[in-house]
């Protein structure tokens, strides 16, 4: 099956395309299966956020395009990391004043 990533910064859509796209694709939050699966290495204190396994996300991902019967869509900032070669990969941008009132709602 294919595999289609979505990457962009935080408050840019990701989610929300991922929602419209509806039940035809395989639709996998990498920030979820992270913290999920225990697919990471630590926890960065300056961020308060996980480390992500990037090694071990990627063959997670690799078995879920084998056995997937729809394309598999990856959502996350860290798309564009996992040494996988997506069909196609979609950046999202947003005008910085836009992503900077997302993110304060």
Not at 43 to 69: K, T
């Amino acid at each position: 099956m294919p595999l289609i990533a979505i990457t962009g910064t935080p408050g840019t859509g990701k989610t929300s395309v991922c929602r419209a796209l509806g039940s035809e694709y395989n639709i996998i939050n990498l920030n979820a299966v992270i913290e999920r699966r225990g697919f990471y290495t630590g926890i960065d204190a300056d961020r308060g956020c996980l480390i992500a396994d990037l090694r071990r996300l990627a063959e997670y991902i690799r078995r879920e395009v084998e056995n997937s019967e729809k394309p598999v869509v990856i959502e996350s900032h860290l798309a564009h990391l996992l040494p996988l070669q997506p069909d196609v990969a979609i950046v999202l941008r947003a005008n910085p004043a836009v992503l900077a009132s997302r993110l304060r709602q």
